[in-house]
């Protein structure tokens, strides 16, 4: 959201609770193709760790959102990577999803998030998302399509156990010399 104060821009982000989406894709010879989907879910949103930074600490892999919010996500990625003259390597998205309606969080040209997108999303599909990208970003003319078809449909989840934190007591002593 930009609003104009007087000569001065200013960017305003709102805070929108939802679903949050991790997309991953892969521009290959200026063609998109889609590189997985993850679930992801944040201690903010926990009782007892809301006053914390938020830490990613649930990931399901595929997304298990309806497909046509998915394919509605993609497409927008799509949209703004042509925007933003993105149409090689690889590119990540993070959306929150609310009420069917999708918020943009970031878009990168890289493939991002800590534990869904190497890890858990081949491990649930099938796919070869490494090898395609490796290939890709060594400028191989020709890549085997199917290294990102979906070849089994399972669900794959990544969980970081939490403690709570508490603050830390420092003692200092006196230094006498």
Partial sequence: ??????????????????????????F???????????????????????????????????SQLPPKLIDKAYNLLKKICEKMKIDTGPVGADFVIKNDKIYVIEVGPRIHGPNGSL?????????????????????EKKIDKNLLKIK?????????????QMPKKHGFKKNIN
């Fill in 1 to 26: 959201l930009v609003k104009n104060f007087n000569t001065s821009k200013f960017i305003v982000e709102e805070d929108i609770a939802g679903n949050y989406l991790d997309l991953q894709g892969i």
């Fill in 28 to 62: 290959h010879n200026k063609k998109f193709f889609r590189a997985g989907t993850c679930d992801s879910y944040f201690s903010n949103n926990l009782k007892k760790f809301s006053s914390f930074n938020p830490v990613e600490y649930l990931n399901i892999a595929p």
């Fill in 119 to 139: 890890k858990i999303m081949p491990e649930a599909t099938g796919m070869k998302i490494v090898e395609f990208l490796g290939k890709s970003v060594c400028n």
């Fill in 152 to 164: 089994k449909k399972d669900v794959a989840i990544c969980k970081v156990f939490l403690e709570k």
